[in-house]
Protein backbone atom coordinates (compact mmCIF):
# COMPACT_ATOMS: atom_id res chain seq x y z
CA UNK A 1 0.00 0.00 0.00
CA UNK A 2 2.69 2.20 0.92
CA UNK A 3 2.09 5.82 -0.31
CA UNK A 4 -0.55 4.57 -2.89
CA UNK A 5 -4.15 6.56 -2.59
CA UNK A 6 -6.60 3.53 -1.97
CA UNK A 7 -9.89 3.03 -4.58
CA UNK A 8 -12.18 2.96 -1.30
CA UNK A 9 -11.01 6.57 0.17
CA UNK A 10 -11.53 8.07 -3.27
CA UNK A 11 -14.95 6.90 -3.64
CA UNK A 12 -16.30 8.48 -0.25
CA UNK A 13 -14.11 11.61 -0.78
CA UNK A 14 -16.35 11.94 -4.60
CA UNK A 15 -19.21 10.66 -3.09
CA UNK A 16 -19.01 13.57 -0.71
CA UNK A 17 -18.55 16.39 -3.29
CA UNK A 18 -21.75 15.15 -4.97
CA UNK A 19 -23.69 15.07 -1.60
CA UNK A 20 -22.13 18.87 -1.18
CA UNK A 21 -22.82 19.52 -4.93
CA UNK A 22 -26.76 18.59 -4.62
CA UNK A 23 -26.71 20.54 -1.33
CA UNK A 24 -25.49 23.48 -2.91
CA UNK A 25 -28.13 23.47 -5.22
CA UNK A 26 -30.69 23.44 -3.56
CA UNK A 27 -29.59 26.06 -1.22
CA UNK A 28 -29.14 28.18 -3.98
CA UNK A 29 -32.58 27.16 -5.62
CA UNK A 30 -34.58 28.66 -2.40
CA UNK A 31 -32.48 31.30 -2.00
CA UNK A 32 -33.09 32.59 -6.11
CA UNK A 33 -36.76 31.76 -5.20
CA UNK A 34 -37.35 33.58 -2.15
CA UNK A 35 -37.83 37.08 -4.53
CA UNK A 36 -41.04 35.23 -6.28
CA UNK A 37 -43.75 35.43 -3.63
CA UNK A 38 -46.35 35.77 -6.34
CA UNK A 39 -46.93 33.87 -10.19
CA UNK A 40 -49.34 33.74 -12.86
CA UNK A 41 -48.24 30.68 -14.65
CA UNK A 42 -47.39 28.44 -11.53
CA UNK A 43 -48.64 27.79 -8.27
CA UNK A 44 -48.07 30.96 -5.92
CA UNK A 45 -51.32 33.41 -4.96
CA UNK A 46 -50.85 37.05 -5.15
CA UNK A 47 -50.94 36.73 -1.00
CA UNK A 48 -53.41 38.18 1.40
CA UNK A 49 -54.52 41.71 1.39
CA UNK A 50 -52.86 42.12 -1.88
CA UNK A 51 -54.06 42.50 -5.52
CA UNK A 52 -52.93 41.79 -8.99
CA UNK A 53 -53.98 42.90 -12.44
CA UNK A 54 -52.91 41.01 -15.64
CA UNK A 55 -54.01 41.69 -19.11
CA UNK A 56 -52.97 39.14 -22.42
CA UNK A 57 -53.32 39.18 -26.28
CA UNK A 58 -53.06 36.75 -28.53
CA UNK A 59 -55.15 33.34 -29.72
CA UNK A 60 -58.41 33.55 -28.82
CA UNK A 61 -58.43 36.60 -27.89
CA UNK A 62 -57.34 39.35 -25.03
CA UNK A 63 -58.82 39.57 -21.88
CA UNK A 64 -58.30 41.94 -18.67
CA UNK A 65 -58.27 40.33 -15.03
CA UNK A 66 -57.87 40.99 -11.43
CA UNK A 67 -57.13 38.65 -8.35
CA UNK A 68 -57.84 39.53 -4.91
CA UNK A 69 -55.63 37.46 -2.06
CA UNK A 70 -58.54 36.74 0.86
CA UNK A 71 -56.53 34.03 2.11
CA UNK A 72 -53.08 33.63 2.41
CA UNK A 73 -53.36 30.50 -0.02
CA UNK A 74 -56.94 31.13 -2.05
CA UNK A 75 -57.35 34.28 -4.61
CA UNK A 76 -60.89 35.37 -5.81
CA UNK A 77 -60.82 37.35 -9.19
CA UNK A 78 -62.97 38.31 -12.49
CA UNK A 79 -61.91 38.45 -15.98
CA UNK A 80 -63.27 39.94 -18.89
CA UNK A 81 -62.35 38.39 -22.70
CA UNK A 82 -62.57 39.52 -26.27
CA UNK A 83 -62.38 36.48 -28.20
CA UNK A 84 -61.82 36.40 -31.94
CA UNK A 85 -61.44 32.16 -32.24
CA UNK A 86 -64.40 30.35 -30.94
CA UNK A 87 -62.91 28.99 -27.38
CA UNK A 88 -59.35 28.40 -28.57
CA UNK A 89 -60.84 26.70 -31.61
CA UNK A 90 -58.37 27.22 -34.68
CA UNK A 91 -61.02 26.78 -37.21
CA UNK A 92 -63.96 28.77 -35.62
CA UNK A 93 -63.24 32.11 -35.78
CA UNK A 94 -66.13 34.48 -34.51
CA UNK A 95 -65.87 37.07 -32.65
CA UNK A 96 -67.39 36.74 -28.60
CA UNK A 97 -67.31 37.77 -24.96
CA UNK A 98 -66.86 35.99 -21.51
CA UNK A 99 -67.13 37.27 -17.92
CA UNK A 100 -65.53 34.17 -15.45
CA UNK A 101 -65.40 34.49 -11.92
CA UNK A 102 -61.95 33.15 -10.72
CA UNK A 103 -60.55 30.99 -7.80
CA UNK A 104 -56.62 29.61 -7.32
CA UNK A 105 -55.88 27.77 -4.16
CA UNK A 106 -52.58 27.43 -3.24
CA UNK A 107 -51.95 23.66 -2.24
CA UNK A 108 -48.47 23.24 -1.47
CA UNK A 109 -45.27 25.86 -1.79
CA UNK A 110 -41.40 25.54 -0.86
CA UNK A 111 -40.06 28.40 -2.40
CA UNK A 112 -38.59 26.79 -5.46
CA UNK A 113 -41.71 24.63 -6.01
CA UNK A 114 -45.75 25.52 -5.93
CA UNK A 115 -48.77 23.70 -6.79
CA UNK A 116 -51.84 25.12 -7.08
CA UNK A 117 -55.61 24.18 -8.57
CA UNK A 118 -57.71 26.82 -10.34
CA UNK A 119 -62.02 27.23 -10.91
CA UNK A 120 -63.36 29.96 -13.41
CA UNK A 121 -66.92 29.53 -13.92
CA UNK A 122 -68.65 32.36 -16.15
CA UNK A 123 -70.79 33.18 -18.73
CA UNK A 124 -70.02 33.15 -22.74
CA UNK A 125 -71.90 34.51 -25.92
CA UNK A 126 -70.61 34.36 -29.86
CA UNK A 127 -71.52 35.89 -32.75
CA UNK A 128 -72.02 34.72 -36.56
CA UNK A 129 -74.10 36.23 -39.16
CA UNK A 130 -77.64 35.61 -38.27
CA UNK A 131 -77.48 33.99 -35.01
CA UNK A 132 -75.44 33.75 -31.64
CA UNK A 133 -74.24 31.34 -29.05
CA UNK A 134 -75.07 31.47 -25.78
CA UNK A 135 -73.16 29.13 -23.24
CA UNK A 136 -71.45 28.71 -19.45
CA UNK A 137 -68.28 28.10 -18.92
CA UNK A 138 -66.81 26.04 -15.83
CA UNK A 139 -62.78 25.55 -16.48
CA UNK A 140 -60.88 23.68 -13.87
CA UNK A 141 -56.97 23.26 -14.15
CA UNK A 142 -53.62 22.97 -12.30
CA UNK A 143 -50.71 24.58 -12.47
CA UNK A 144 -46.83 23.64 -11.04
CA UNK A 145 -44.36 26.35 -10.94
CA UNK A 146 -40.60 26.43 -10.50
CA UNK A 147 -38.59 29.35 -10.04
CA UNK A 148 -35.86 28.29 -11.72
CA UNK A 149 -33.98 31.80 -10.45
CA UNK A 150 -33.32 35.24 -10.46
CA UNK A 151 -36.31 37.11 -12.38
CA UNK A 152 -37.72 33.66 -14.55
CA UNK A 153 -39.81 31.42 -13.36
CA UNK A 154 -41.93 28.40 -15.40
CA UNK A 155 -45.18 27.02 -15.25
CA UNK A 156 -46.67 23.88 -16.49
CA UNK A 157 -50.27 23.65 -17.07
CA UNK A 158 -53.16 21.01 -17.19
CA UNK A 159 -56.38 22.65 -18.14
CA UNK A 160 -60.37 21.30 -19.04
CA UNK A 161 -61.65 24.75 -20.22
CA UNK A 162 -65.28 22.70 -20.25
CA UNK A 163 -68.41 24.94 -21.55
CA UNK A 164 -72.15 23.82 -22.52
CA UNK A 165 -74.03 25.94 -25.17
CA UNK A 166 -77.73 26.33 -25.37
CA UNK A 167 -80.32 26.69 -27.27
CA UNK A 168 -80.30 25.84 -31.04
CA UNK A 169 -77.37 23.36 -31.91
CA UNK A 170 -76.78 22.86 -27.65
CA UNK A 171 -73.93 20.91 -27.12
CA UNK A 172 -71.15 20.12 -24.05
CA UNK A 173 -67.91 20.53 -24.88
CA UNK A 174 -64.54 19.31 -23.17
CA UNK A 175 -61.55 20.62 -24.18
CA UNK A 176 -58.01 19.09 -22.77
CA UNK A 177 -55.07 21.69 -22.93
CA UNK A 178 -51.43 20.91 -22.19
CA UNK A 179 -48.89 23.25 -22.19
CA UNK A 180 -47.37 26.27 -19.68
CA UNK A 181 -45.85 29.65 -19.62
CA UNK A 182 -42.81 31.45 -18.66
CA UNK A 183 -42.83 34.85 -16.40
CA UNK A 184 -40.07 36.99 -16.43
CA UNK A 185 -40.11 39.58 -13.34
CA UNK A 186 -38.86 43.06 -13.76
CA UNK A 187 -39.15 44.02 -10.20
CA UNK A 188 -40.90 41.96 -7.64
CA UNK A 189 -44.57 44.02 -8.42
CA UNK A 190 -43.86 43.93 -12.39
CA UNK A 191 -43.93 40.90 -14.70
CA UNK A 192 -44.61 39.86 -18.16
CA UNK A 193 -45.33 36.15 -19.34
CA UNK A 194 -46.24 33.66 -22.12
CA UNK A 195 -48.64 31.03 -21.85
CA UNK A 196 -49.16 28.61 -25.08
CA UNK A 197 -51.65 25.21 -24.37
CA UNK A 198 -53.04 23.03 -26.92
CA UNK A 199 -54.54 20.04 -27.09
CA UNK A 200 -58.28 18.06 -28.49
CA UNK A 201 -61.41 19.16 -27.44
CA UNK A 202 -64.33 16.43 -27.38
CA UNK A 203 -67.92 17.58 -27.79
CA UNK A 204 -71.37 15.57 -26.88
CA UNK A 205 -72.58 16.60 -30.44
CA UNK A 206 -70.72 14.07 -32.10
CA UNK A 207 -67.98 15.21 -34.86
CA UNK A 208 -65.05 13.83 -33.85
CA UNK A 209 -62.56 16.33 -31.59
CA UNK A 210 -61.20 19.28 -32.65
CA UNK A 211 -57.68 21.02 -32.33
CA UNK A 212 -57.96 24.03 -29.59
CA UNK A 213 -55.08 26.21 -28.08
CA UNK A 214 -54.43 29.32 -26.18
CA UNK A 215 -50.99 31.50 -26.77
CA UNK A 216 -50.79 34.49 -25.45
CA UNK A 217 -48.56 37.24 -24.34
CA UNK A 218 -49.52 39.35 -21.14
CA UNK A 219 -48.24 41.50 -18.38
CA UNK A 220 -48.96 41.76 -14.45
CA UNK A 221 -49.31 43.98 -11.77
CA UNK A 222 -49.26 43.21 -7.99
CA UNK A 223 -50.58 46.45 -5.45
Do not use: C
Not at 6 to 20: H, Y
Request: charged letters at 10%; zero cysteines; hydrophobic letters at 50%.
Amino acid sequence: MGGGFSPIFFGRLMNKKALWVVGLFLWQAEVLAEGHSWSTVGGKTVGRGAAAIDAGVGWPGLHAGVAYGVFPAIDFGLRFSFNWGVEGSVRSVHPGIKFQGLMKAKLYDNGFLSFALKFEPGFLTYFSSGSSMLGFAFPVGAQLGLAVGGPLALGIHLDVPMFLTFGEGSHFQIPLLMGGGVEYFFNSRFLANFVLKMGPSFSTGGGGAIFVMEAKIGVAYRF
